[in-house]
């Protein structure tokens, strides 16, 4: 893990800002404009899923923050759910008063969110996206979230994910 600015040398990113993709410059401006106490991490190699992430920061499964887009009735839902969880659509949206839910494309997390599948944060996106986050995460005094991309993960307690993102606290599986 190199918790050093990145080398530039990956996709996207720019040497002259540290090595920071736009996307992870943005959730760190979102973070930092927002108040909350984080820290990015950026590893030595990409992470696109939740067990990725939990070996490589040598954390549990449970304590990574998954940042999921899902399509909601046309409308784009950020369900922060625990990595050890898969969310129930039928029940999110029951309880979200949605006809549907469904999770959504690669083009569609891209164009609400300014991120790619597998590094979504839970905020830095270019317009407030409505969220969800899972109740289970309440448990750990330290998560893991996407930074902005794959190569990217974000320290954060569970009342500053709260707070920064406006989630609504519930049950998601």
Request: aromatic share 4%; proline share 6%.
């Amino acid at each position: 893990m190199n918790t050093e600015p990145g080398t530039g040398t990956e996709p996207g990113t720019d040497p002259r800002r540290g090595g920071e993709s736009d996307p992870v410059l943005r959730v760190r401006t979102a973070a930092e404009g927002a108040g909350v106490r984080f820290d990015l991490v950026r590893l030595d190699e990409h992470v696109p899923t939740a067990a990725a992430a939990a070996q490589a920061l040598g954390c549990t499964i449970a304590q990574i923050a998954n940042s999921l887009i899902f399509e909601a009735d046309g409308e784009p839902l950020l369900v922060i759910a625990s990595g050890a969880h898969r969310v129930d659509v039928a029940k999110v949206a029951t309880d979200l008063g949605y006809a549907k839910v469904r999770r959504a494309g690669p083009g569609f997390v891209l164009a609400h969110t300014g991120q790619q599948v597998g590094g979504v944060a839970p905020f830095g996106h270019p317009a407030p996206v409505r969220t969800v986050i899972d109740e289970d995460l309440a448990a750990h005094e330290q998560l893991w979230a996407g930074g902005g991309d794959d190569f990217t993960m974000l320290s954060i307690t569970f009342a500053d994910l709260v707070r920064s993102t406006g989630g609504q606290v519930c049950r998601v599986r």
